[in-house]
């Protein structure tokens, strides 16, 4: 009888102690909410939430990246701003909202452009070249493809070999300096083995020597474009100038396709 008693006696204490903290934190909760700070944030929040955008599936086969979303994470930002104890929308922290269709869950599918609304291009140049070096020394990020072992991180470079060895021996090198960020370059719909688990990459513009006449025309946001060899320095300049005249940003292609703006 007395050990029953005692039992109850430690169930009460228990519950006495949960029922405690559970208050204690609903308490803390409703000071925390009626904070000046705290309450500017709640006022905010709402007006500066953003949805998210799903990417755009095309024919099961390919993919136009979305964008991702954010909100405030109220918490975050109120512990931000207690140090000064003054609302400060610069301190403002943001939870970034995942698309619900997002190229995170659909890497088998080929990424034909980049979103629109990023205002932006990306070039995509054969090997090392003139024309890539010459983008380099007039500070655009761009890519290079590269096909053997042969590095120059001047560039965002894409590993474009087929040959098993060296593509695995280019890519031990590029996750070695961290300079690797799984993109796969693809001309048609057929993707190589070695490009599993990667974001594949088709261009939706291809410029040479042959075409920059009618090409450079189509040239609009999210564009990927692959730059043959056979362009001159003249004719490049000409595909910049309509660039900049579409008020277009020059990114490398990791930049490009990410869903966070």
Same mark, same amino acid.
């Given at each position: 009888?007395?050990?029953?008693?005692?039992?109850?006696?430690y169930?009460?204490?228990?519950?006495?102690?949960l029922?405690?903290?559970?208050?204690?934190?609903?308490?803390?909760?409703?000071?925390?909410?009626?904070?000046?700070?705290?309450?500017?944030?709640n006022?905010?929040?709402?007006s500066?939430?953003?949805?998210s &955008?799903?990417?755009?599936?095309?024919?099961?086969?390919?993919?136009?990246?979305?964008?991702s979303?954010?909100?405030?994470?109220?918490?975050l930002?109120?512990?931000?701003m207690?140090e000064?104890? &003054?609302?400060d929308?610069?301190?403002?922290?943001?939870?970034q909202?995942?698309?619900t269709i997002?190229?995170?869950?659909?890497?088998?599918k080929?990424i034909?452009?980049?979103n629109?609304?990023?205002?932006?291009v990306?070039?995509?140049?054969?090997?090392?070249?003139?024309?890539?070096k010459?983008?380099?020394?007039?500070?655009?990020?761009?890519?290079?493809?590269?096909?053997?072992?042969?590095?120059?991180?001047?560039?965002?470079?894409?590993?474009?070999?087929?040959?098993?060895?060296?593509?695995?021996?280019i890519?031990?090198?590029?996750?070695?300096k961290?300079k690797?960020?799984?993109i796969?370059?693809?001309?048609n719909?057929?993707?190589?083995?070695?490009c599993?688990?990667?974001?594949?990459?088709k261009?939706?513009?291809?410029?040479?020597?042959?075409?920059i006449?009618?090409?450079?025309?189509?040239?609009?946001?999210?564009?990927i474009?692959?730059?043959?060899?056979?362009?001159?320095?003249?004719?490049?300049?000409?595909?910049?100038?309509? &660039?900049?005249?579409?008020d277009?940003?020059?990114?490398?292609?990791?930049e490009?396709?990410?869903?966070?703006?």
């Amino acid at each position: 009888m007395i050990i029953i008693k005692k039992y109850f006696e430690y169930i009460g204490i228990i519950g006495l102690c949960l029922l405690s903290f559970y208050y204690t934190e609903k308490v803390a909760l409703f000071v925390k909410n009626k904070n000046p700070i705290m309450r500017s944030i709640n006022e905010v929040k709402e007006s500066l939430y953003v949805s998210s &955008i799903n990417s755009t599936i095309i024919d099961d086969i390919y993919i136009i990246p979305g964008l991702s979303g954010k909100e405030i994470n109220a918490d975050l930002s109120f512990s931000k701003m207690q140090e000064k104890s &003054i609302f400060d929308e610069e301190k403002l922290v943001y939870n970034q909202i995942k698309p619900t269709i997002s190229i995170e869950d659909n890497k088998d599918k080929i990424i034909i452009r980049g979103n629109k609304e990023k205002r932006s291009v990306s070039l995509i140049f054969e090997s090392k070249n003139d024309l890539a070096k010459y983008m380099h020394q007039n500070n655009y990020k761009v890519n290079v493809l590269i096909s053997k072992e042969e590095y120059d991180f001047n560039y965002e470079l894409i590993n474009n070999s087929n040959n098993d060895k060296i593509y695995n021996n280019i890519e031990s090198f590029l996750n070695k300096k961290k300079k690797n960020n799984n993109i796969c370059f693809v001309n048609n719909t057929k993707v190589p083995e070695l490009c599993k688990d990667k974001y594949l990459i088709k261009p939706s513009l291809e410029i040479s020597h042959s075409n920059i006449s009618t090409e450079k025309n189509k040239v609009d946001s999210g564009e990927i474009i692959y730059v043959r060899n056979t362009l001159s320095l003249t004719e490049l300049n000409i595909l910049l100038n309509q &660039i900049q005249y579409k008020d277009l940003k020059i990114v490398p292609v990791s930049e490009l396709i990410k869903e966070n703006k």
